[in-house]
Protein backbone atom coordinates (compact mmCIF):
# COMPACT_ATOMS: atom_id res chain seq x y z
CA UNK A 1 0.00 0.00 0.00
CA UNK A 2 1.65 3.60 -1.18
CA UNK A 3 0.60 6.75 0.01
CA UNK A 4 0.66 10.15 -1.46
CA UNK A 5 2.58 13.12 -1.35
CA UNK A 6 0.86 16.72 -0.42
CA UNK A 7 2.95 18.83 -2.38
CA UNK A 8 3.06 22.12 -0.03
CA UNK A 9 4.81 23.69 -2.87
CA UNK A 10 2.60 23.41 -5.42
CA UNK A 11 -0.47 24.82 -2.98
CA UNK A 12 1.01 27.18 -1.77
CA UNK A 13 1.77 28.42 -5.59
CA UNK A 14 -2.06 28.59 -5.95
CA UNK A 15 -2.56 30.26 -2.66
CA UNK A 16 0.27 33.22 -3.97
CA UNK A 17 -1.45 33.50 -7.19
CA UNK A 18 -4.61 34.34 -5.35
CA UNK A 19 -2.72 36.56 -3.19
CA UNK A 20 -1.42 38.85 -6.19
CA UNK A 21 -4.75 38.93 -7.37
CA UNK A 22 -6.03 40.45 -3.99
CA UNK A 23 -2.53 42.76 -4.43
CA UNK A 24 -4.02 44.27 -7.69
CA UNK A 25 -7.40 44.89 -6.83
CA UNK A 26 -6.13 47.07 -3.62
CA UNK A 27 -4.27 48.39 -6.33
CA UNK A 28 -6.83 49.19 -8.36
CA UNK A 29 -8.59 50.94 -5.38
CA UNK A 30 -5.73 52.99 -4.87
CA UNK A 31 -3.90 50.99 -1.92
CA UNK A 32 -0.50 49.79 -2.17
CA UNK A 33 0.04 46.45 0.22
CA UNK A 34 3.21 46.86 2.34
CA UNK A 35 5.38 44.50 4.85
CA UNK A 36 7.92 45.78 7.24
CA UNK A 37 10.62 43.22 8.08
CA UNK A 38 12.70 44.12 10.96
CA UNK A 39 16.01 42.48 11.26
CA UNK A 40 17.96 42.71 14.21
CA UNK A 41 21.28 41.37 14.23
CA UNK A 42 23.60 39.42 11.31
CA UNK A 43 22.35 35.64 12.02
CA UNK A 44 23.25 34.04 8.50
CA UNK A 45 19.52 31.59 8.90
CA UNK A 46 17.78 35.16 9.64
CA UNK A 47 19.43 36.92 7.11
CA UNK A 48 18.09 33.67 4.61
CA UNK A 49 14.64 34.01 6.40
CA UNK A 50 14.56 37.47 5.65
CA UNK A 51 15.73 37.49 1.77
CA UNK A 52 13.11 34.79 0.85
CA UNK A 53 10.20 36.70 2.15
CA UNK A 54 11.09 40.01 0.57
CA UNK A 55 11.77 38.28 -2.58
CA UNK A 56 7.98 36.78 -2.06
CA UNK A 57 6.77 40.40 -1.61
CA UNK A 58 8.65 41.37 -4.74
CA UNK A 59 6.77 38.43 -7.08
CA UNK A 60 3.40 39.19 -5.55
CA UNK A 61 3.48 42.80 -6.02
CA UNK A 62 4.31 43.72 -1.68
CA UNK A 63 6.08 46.72 -1.42
CA UNK A 64 8.31 45.38 0.73
CA UNK A 65 10.33 47.42 3.96
CA UNK A 66 13.61 46.00 5.74
CA UNK A 67 14.76 47.99 8.52
CA UNK A 68 17.99 46.59 9.87
CA UNK A 69 20.13 46.86 12.80
CA UNK A 70 23.03 45.99 14.61
CA UNK A 71 23.69 42.90 16.98
CA UNK A 72 24.32 45.21 19.94
CA UNK A 73 20.74 46.87 19.21
CA UNK A 74 18.29 46.99 23.03
CA UNK A 75 15.44 46.43 23.35
CA UNK A 76 14.55 50.29 23.45
CA UNK A 77 15.99 50.49 19.93
CA UNK A 78 13.98 47.87 18.76
CA UNK A 79 10.60 49.35 20.16
CA UNK A 80 11.12 52.47 18.58
CA UNK A 81 11.51 51.45 15.21
CA UNK A 82 8.37 49.20 16.03
CA UNK A 83 6.68 52.54 17.21
CA UNK A 84 7.54 54.56 14.15
CA UNK A 85 6.14 51.62 12.04
CA UNK A 86 2.99 51.53 13.66
CA UNK A 87 2.33 55.01 13.24
CA UNK A 88 2.78 54.80 9.44
CA UNK A 89 -0.29 54.57 7.43
CA UNK A 90 1.72 52.84 4.51
CA UNK A 91 2.57 49.79 6.36
CA UNK A 92 -0.01 47.13 6.46
CA UNK A 93 2.20 43.93 8.32
CA UNK A 94 4.95 44.45 10.59
CA UNK A 95 6.65 41.70 11.72
CA UNK A 96 10.20 41.13 13.69
CA UNK A 97 12.42 37.78 12.62
CA UNK A 98 13.14 35.87 14.91
CA UNK A 99 14.99 35.40 17.53
CA UNK A 100 16.53 38.85 17.99
CA UNK A 101 19.91 38.69 19.69
CA UNK A 102 19.65 37.77 23.47
CA UNK A 103 19.74 41.56 25.18
CA UNK A 104 16.24 42.08 22.89
CA UNK A 105 13.50 41.69 25.05
CA UNK A 106 11.38 39.42 22.26
CA UNK A 107 8.23 39.60 24.02
CA UNK A 108 7.98 43.12 24.45
CA UNK A 109 8.81 43.74 20.81
CA UNK A 110 6.03 41.37 20.24
CA UNK A 111 3.88 42.90 22.51
CA UNK A 112 4.65 46.98 20.93
CA UNK A 113 3.21 45.85 17.52
CA UNK A 114 0.09 46.92 16.74
CA UNK A 115 -2.24 43.92 16.67
CA UNK A 116 -3.87 44.82 13.50
CA UNK A 117 -0.11 44.83 11.91
CA UNK A 118 1.11 41.77 13.95
CA UNK A 119 0.92 39.31 10.78
CA UNK A 120 3.31 36.82 12.12
CA UNK A 121 -0.30 36.55 14.86
CA UNK A 122 2.21 36.36 17.52
CA UNK A 123 0.89 38.95 20.44
CA UNK A 124 -1.32 38.00 23.15
CA UNK A 125 -4.34 39.62 21.95
CA UNK A 126 -4.34 38.31 18.06
CA UNK A 127 -3.42 34.64 20.00
CA UNK A 128 -6.67 35.10 21.99
CA UNK A 129 -8.57 36.02 19.47
CA UNK A 130 -7.53 32.46 17.61
CA UNK A 131 -8.27 30.65 20.60
CA UNK A 132 -12.23 31.70 20.95
CA UNK A 133 -12.90 31.39 17.15
CA UNK A 134 -13.90 34.94 16.47
CA UNK A 135 -12.67 34.98 12.60
CA UNK A 136 -9.47 37.21 13.44
CA UNK A 137 -8.27 38.55 10.04
CA UNK A 138 -5.15 37.54 10.70
CA UNK A 139 -4.11 33.94 11.74
CA UNK A 140 -0.81 32.20 12.61
CA UNK A 141 0.94 31.20 9.35
CA UNK A 142 2.18 27.79 10.26
CA UNK A 143 -1.09 26.33 11.59
CA UNK A 144 -3.20 28.24 9.05
CA UNK A 145 -0.82 26.67 6.43
CA UNK A 146 -1.50 23.57 7.45
CA UNK A 147 -4.99 23.76 8.03
CA UNK A 148 -5.27 25.32 3.90
CA UNK A 149 -2.96 22.17 3.30
CA UNK A 150 -5.73 19.72 4.44
CA UNK A 151 -8.44 21.41 2.93
CA UNK A 152 -7.01 21.65 -0.88
CA UNK A 153 -5.71 18.02 -0.19
CA UNK A 154 -9.58 16.86 0.70
CA UNK A 155 -8.80 15.73 3.41
CA UNK A 156 -11.76 16.01 5.61
CA UNK A 157 -11.16 17.22 9.43
CA UNK A 158 -14.92 17.37 10.49
CA UNK A 159 -15.13 14.10 13.49
CA UNK A 160 -11.70 13.25 12.72
CA UNK A 161 -9.44 12.76 15.38
CA UNK A 162 -6.04 14.99 15.43
CA UNK A 163 -3.46 14.44 17.13
CA UNK A 164 -0.58 17.22 17.77
CA UNK A 165 2.52 16.58 18.58
CA UNK A 166 3.95 19.26 20.37
CA UNK A 167 3.04 22.48 22.51
CA UNK A 168 5.05 25.39 20.90
CA UNK A 169 3.62 29.08 21.27
CA UNK A 170 3.78 29.31 17.37
CA UNK A 171 2.80 25.96 16.34
CA UNK A 172 1.60 23.47 19.01
CA UNK A 173 -0.92 25.40 20.87
CA UNK A 174 -2.22 27.39 18.13
CA UNK A 175 -2.98 24.65 15.74
CA UNK A 176 -4.71 22.62 18.12
CA UNK A 177 -7.38 25.79 18.57
CA UNK A 178 -7.77 26.06 15.40
CA UNK A 179 -8.97 22.48 14.52
CA UNK A 180 -10.92 22.15 17.32
CA UNK A 181 -13.18 25.63 16.09
CA UNK A 182 -16.64 24.69 14.88
CA UNK A 183 -15.49 25.70 11.55
CA UNK A 184 -14.85 24.66 7.64
CA UNK A 185 -11.81 22.81 8.07
CA UNK A 186 -11.55 21.94 11.66
CA UNK A 187 -14.69 20.77 13.64
CA UNK A 188 -11.80 17.62 14.85
CA UNK A 189 -11.67 15.97 18.27
CA UNK A 190 -7.67 17.35 19.09
CA UNK A 191 -5.38 15.52 21.21
CA UNK A 192 -2.17 17.57 21.80
CA UNK A 193 1.31 15.24 22.92
CA UNK A 194 4.32 16.44 23.84
CA UNK A 195 7.67 15.73 25.90
CA UNK A 196 5.58 15.00 28.96
CA UNK A 197 3.34 12.78 27.55
CA UNK A 198 3.89 8.67 28.35
CA UNK A 199 3.90 6.53 25.41
CA UNK A 200 2.95 8.91 22.98
CA UNK A 201 2.87 5.94 19.93
CA UNK A 202 -0.70 5.06 22.29
CA UNK A 203 -1.95 8.33 21.10
CA UNK A 204 -0.22 8.73 17.25
CA UNK A 205 -1.73 5.34 16.41
CA UNK A 206 -5.04 6.48 16.45
CA UNK A 207 -4.86 9.44 14.69
CA UNK A 208 -6.80 9.96 11.31
CA UNK A 209 -4.65 13.35 10.92
CA UNK A 210 -0.79 13.81 12.87
CA UNK A 211 0.63 16.88 13.18
CA UNK A 212 4.59 16.58 13.68
CA UNK A 213 5.94 19.59 15.42
CA UNK A 214 8.06 18.74 18.11
CA UNK A 215 11.78 19.17 16.24
CA UNK A 216 13.20 15.86 16.31
CA UNK A 217 14.31 14.63 13.31
CA UNK A 218 13.20 10.84 12.30
CA UNK A 219 10.74 11.63 15.62
CA UNK A 220 7.71 9.78 14.35
CA UNK A 221 8.25 6.25 12.17
CA UNK A 222 5.73 4.56 10.90
CA UNK A 223 4.49 1.93 13.38
CA UNK A 224 3.47 4.97 15.36
CA UNK A 225 1.26 5.93 12.54
CA UNK A 226 -2.15 4.58 11.62
CA UNK A 227 -2.62 3.21 8.12
CA UNK A 228 -3.91 5.61 5.58
CA UNK A 229 -4.00 8.43 7.96
CA UNK A 230 -3.00 12.39 6.82
CA UNK A 231 0.45 13.21 8.21
CA UNK A 232 1.77 16.65 8.24
CA UNK A 233 5.53 17.02 8.92
CA UNK A 234 6.12 20.76 10.42
CA UNK A 235 9.43 19.88 11.32
CA UNK A 236 12.55 21.30 9.37
CA UNK A 237 15.60 19.60 11.01
CA UNK A 238 19.57 20.04 9.36
CA UNK A 239 21.17 17.31 9.82
CA UNK A 240 24.64 15.46 8.41
CA UNK A 241 24.17 13.21 5.57
CA UNK A 242 27.14 10.65 5.68
CA UNK A 243 25.96 9.28 2.67
CA UNK A 244 25.97 12.58 0.89
CA UNK A 245 28.70 14.11 3.01
CA UNK A 246 26.59 17.55 3.73
CA UNK A 247 24.38 18.51 5.66
CA UNK A 248 20.58 18.81 4.53
CA UNK A 249 17.33 18.94 5.84
CA UNK A 250 14.50 16.31 7.11
CA UNK A 251 11.08 16.65 9.35
CA UNK A 252 10.13 14.96 12.32
CA UNK A 253 8.17 11.73 10.66
CA UNK A 254 10.44 9.11 8.72
CA UNK A 255 8.90 9.81 4.54
CA UNK A 256 9.49 6.33 3.15
CA UNK A 257 7.68 4.54 6.37
CA UNK A 258 4.54 6.94 6.58
CA UNK A 259 4.53 6.73 2.83
CA UNK A 260 4.64 3.13 2.56
CA UNK A 261 1.59 2.60 4.86
CA UNK A 262 -0.65 4.80 2.30
CA UNK A 263 -0.45 7.96 4.26
CA UNK A 264 -1.16 11.43 2.53
CA UNK A 265 2.10 12.92 3.98
CA UNK A 266 4.25 16.43 3.75
CA UNK A 267 7.81 15.76 2.49
CA UNK A 268 10.24 18.24 3.85
CA UNK A 269 11.36 20.50 2.29
CA UNK A 270 8.40 21.45 0.02
CA UNK A 271 5.49 20.70 2.34
CA UNK A 272 4.79 23.06 5.25
CA UNK A 273 7.77 25.80 4.81
CA UNK A 274 6.11 27.36 1.95
CA UNK A 275 2.62 27.40 3.14
CA UNK A 276 4.04 29.39 6.41
CA UNK A 277 5.60 31.85 3.97
CA UNK A 278 2.45 31.91 1.79
CA UNK A 279 0.00 32.66 4.94
CA UNK A 280 2.42 35.25 6.07
CA UNK A 281 1.50 37.02 2.79
CA UNK A 282 -2.34 36.61 2.65
CA UNK A 283 -2.34 37.74 6.12
CA UNK A 284 -0.08 41.06 4.83
CA UNK A 285 -3.17 41.48 2.27
CA UNK A 286 -6.15 41.14 4.71
CA UNK A 287 -4.32 43.24 7.20
CA UNK A 288 -4.08 45.86 3.70
CA UNK A 289 -7.92 44.84 3.33
CA UNK A 290 -8.61 46.31 6.76
CA UNK A 291 -6.36 49.02 6.83
CA UNK A 292 -8.39 50.28 3.53
CA UNK A 293 -11.92 49.65 4.96
CA UNK A 294 -11.10 51.91 7.30
CA UNK A 295 -9.89 54.54 5.57
CA UNK A 296 -13.01 54.48 3.26
CA UNK A 297 -15.37 54.41 6.43
CA UNK A 298 -13.79 57.96 7.23
Known amino acids: MSGRIIDGKAIAGEINAETREAVLDLEKKGKKTALAVILVGSDPASQVYVRNKVRTCGELGIRSVRRELPDTATTEEVLSVVRELNDDPEIDGILVQSPP ?26 VGRVLIGNNAVLKPCTPWGVIELLKRSGIETAGRHAVVIGRSNIVGKPL ?49 IKPGAAVIDVGINRIFDEKLGKTRLTGDVVFEEAFAKGCAVTPVPGGVGPMTIAMLMRNTVEASKFFYGKRTEK
Open 101 to 126: PPQVDEARVIEAIDPDKDVDCFSERN
Open 176 to 224: AAMLMQKAAGANATVTVVHSGTKDIARYTRDADILIAAIGKPGFVTGDM
